[in-house]
């Protein structure tokens, strides 16, 4: 099996800061942070217990090329992308709020609207629509940034009723997320797929707002397969997905939801390769490019150096 990025601990003589998220190692410095896409896949919000070979690099390349593709829509904090596997950008404050945005009834806006719901974080839906419909027009739906727990549903109303973006900010906080789908939505039309969902996420740097995060990644977004789409709809069919939900699948399927008392099952080498191989799919499918494996040899020292000469 090919080697994997499970975990970096490095130091650099200029850092200032460390945080480990769930598949991402960042490092601050003074002004600028560098993240290493790692190659842990997480699940029903848990980390599994073993990494992914090329994970990182795949939406680490994915997240540089929408960034670019849409800096002249909104700035956004990367510098540069030094490695496959490293961002290196601005430190940016950010906003307590993710832009989540949805053209199509899936996913929790559908299970909410299934349980009865008409109404999602203050945006009124019609009656009569069953899962995957396309909406009559994109609804931003947002949701809390957790310090920790589980990310919640918030209205626009209660998003400045509590002061958590101010009315001026989450104007333009709007408009760029709707400018984005926009352009998510062309590019995905491009290769014959549907940019079902999505979410955004901004921060101020010395006043400016700037897109953080990724974007358009399989992770952060749900995709359909443009071909068969109307067709499924009608016979009520199941879509077919660009997502990690096969993952998702293979878990239920061995008896894991995350919940309480579950144990995560074990994952041979096989599952491991095919779950890889299924994200090399993810980035060809959506890019259009051939994916290039980054030489995994002496990986540590690679991504170090490759952090210490950009910082």
């Known amino acids: 099996m090919n080697t994997a990025i499970k975990e970096t601990h490095f130091e650099f003589p200029e850092q200032t800061g460390f945080y480990k998220g769930k598949v991402r190692d960042v490092y601050m410095f003074e002004d600028k ?5 790692s190659d842990r896949i997480s699940a029903f919000d848990v980390v599994l217990p073993l990494p992914i070979p090329f994970k990182g690099q795949v939406l680490n390349q994915i997240a540089a090329k929408f960034l670019k593709a849409t800096s002249d829509i909104v700035p956004n904090w990367v510098t540069s992308t030094p490695d496959p596997n490293v961002t290196i950008g601005k430190k940016c404050e950010p906003f307590k709020v993710e832009m989540v945005i949805r053209g199509y009834l899936a996913g929790h806006a559908w299970r909410e609207y299934r349980d009865g719901k008409r109404s999602i974080c203050g945006v009124s839906l019609p009656e009569g629509l069953k899962e995957n419909d396309k909406l009559p027009e994109p609804i931003i739906t947002p ?13 626009r109303e209660d998003i400045l009723a509590k002061g958590i973006v101010s ?22 039309a491009a290769m014959g797929l549907i940019l079902v969902d999505t979410k955004y996420e901004f921060g101020k740097y010395h006043g400016e707002i700037l897109l953080i995060d990724e974007v358009h990644t399989p992770d952060s977004s749900r995709y359909f397969y443009a071909e068969g789409y109307e067709a499924n709809q009608e016979a009520n069919q199941a879509q077919k997905q660009l997502s990690k939900e096969f993952v998702r699948q293979w878990l239920i399927s061995n008896g894991f939801q995350g919940k309480e008392g ?7 080498n096989n599952i491991v390769n095919d779950i890889s191989e299924r994200y090399i ?5 959506i890019t259009g490019e051939t994916f290039v ?19």
């Open 262 to 268: 579950q144990t995560v099952p074990n994952m041979p």
């Open 293 to 311: 494996k980054a030489d995994n040899n002496n990986m540590m020292e690679r991504i170090k150096s490759s952090i210490a000469e950009n910082i």
């Open 167 to 188: 009315a001026e900010d989450y104007s333009i906080l709007e408009k760029y997320t709707r400018a984005l789908f926009l352009r998510g939505t062309e590019m995905a």
């Open 143 to 155: 949701t809390t940034k957790a310090d920790e727990g589980h990310d919640e549903d918030i209205s």
């Open 281 to 285: 799919e993810l980035y060809e499918q």
């Open 33 to 37: 942070i560098a993240v290493v896409a």
